[in-house]
């Protein structure tokens, strides 16, 4: 049996820290233009970031030692959550006070890493509440929740959303289990709402074994699915060619060197486009990076502080 996803450990304080409100029709903060990174050939890798401990500005410190392209193409902000609204009985959209902040200081914060070249998406994660990608109980409440989800990207000038279907503990606070059409509906208004951002799938959970229904089939409505162990090889099965995969997943300083290199030398022989890692924080890793960039660009990683 695999171990565990994430080791997620979440204070009291962090529970109870301010949902933020989205008002409708808020201005969007754009991001600015992107400066052109040094050309780099190869899979797509992506870099999440614990940013109740970690900085996103992390993800801008890896350079190729060969070329100086970037190391990570994108950066997911781990994580804001699905909440349940028990009032309103409705999904709601939350960020604790951590991700709260990366999203207001997104001049220093997210602009830095997006005028390298790397797009930045925010991850959505489940939160023990009852309410998940996959329970709406009608299409219009998917529609609802897709938009305050479209509205945080327009707000922030961020370039995508995450889909990370865990710790939903669906059925509490009498919300419904697993239906068929939610994620359907939800990740169809989503693209609708946004056609030209990134929507990806942490394949995991009750969701990512849900996206077909009534006909239409959601699959290539994602930019990029992958796996969600870390340390292992699982090719995520969700119909989308290889050059939006990652089989691959790393914990960076928490997956051994070795397999890192292997998994990356499999993606590059296997033909498949991206390749995953989690958990980056502020220490050196450069060797940890080198590790699988040399199979990946044929280049260690050099690490600037």
């Known amino acids: 049996m695999f171990t565990p996803v994430r080791s997620r450990i979440r204070t009291a304080a962090l529970a109870l820290s301010a949902i933020t409100a989205l008002a409708l029709g808020a201005t969007a903060t754009t991001g600015a233009a992107a400066a052109p990174a040094p050309a780099k050939q190869g899979p797509t890798s992506v870099a999440y970031v614990e940013v109740n401990n970690n900085s996103m500005l992390n993800v801008g ?13 994108v950066a997911v902000i781990f994580a804001a959550n699905i909440n349940y609204d028990t009032g309103t009985k409705a999904a709601t959209l939350y960020f604790n006070e951590n991700v ?16 390298k070249g790397i797009k930045v998406v925010l991850s959505v994660l489940g939160n023990h509440q009852g309410a998940g990608f996959a329970n ?3 299409r219009q409440a998917a529609s609802t929740f897709a938009k305050q989800l479209s509205d945080t990207v327009a707000k922030y000038g961020l370039d995508g959303i995450d889909f990370d279907d865990e710790y939903a503990e669906y059925g509490n606070n009498g ?8 994620f359907v509906y939800l990740v169809s208004a989503l693209r609708a ?11 995991i959970g009750p969701a990512a074994s849900r996206l077909s229904y009534g006909g239409a089939d959601v699959s ?4 990029y699915a992958w796996n969600p162990y870390y340390g292992t090889w699982q090719v995520p099965g969700i119909a989308l060619p290889k050059s939006k995969l990652s089989p691959a997943a790393v914990e960076i300083g928490g997956t051994s060197q070795s397999t890192a290199a ?4 499999r993606t590059v022989d296997g033909g498949y486009g991206v390749y995953l890692t989690y958990n980056l924080d502020g220490a050196d890793r450069s060797a940890d990076v080198s590790a699988f960039t040399r199979e990946l660009y044929g280049s260690d990683a050099h690490y600037t502080p």
Not at 61 to 73: I, M, P, R, S
Not at 100 to 115: E, H, K, S
Request: proline share 7%; charged share 20%; aromatic share 8%.
């Open 262 to 265: 292997d998994l990356a030398r």
């Open 100 to 115: 709260q902040r990366v999203l207001d200081n997104a001049a220093t914060q997210i602009r830095p890493l997006q005028q």
């Open 175 to 182: 919300t419904g289990q697993p239906n068929a059409s939610s």
């Open 136 to 138: 709406f109980p009608s």
């Open 193 to 203: 709402n946004m056609p030209d951002k990134i929507i990806s799938l942490y394949n």
């Open 61 to 73: 410190k890896y350079t190729l030692a060969n070329g100086g392209g970037n190391v990570f193409d």
């Open 220 to 223: 290539s409505k994602f930019d």
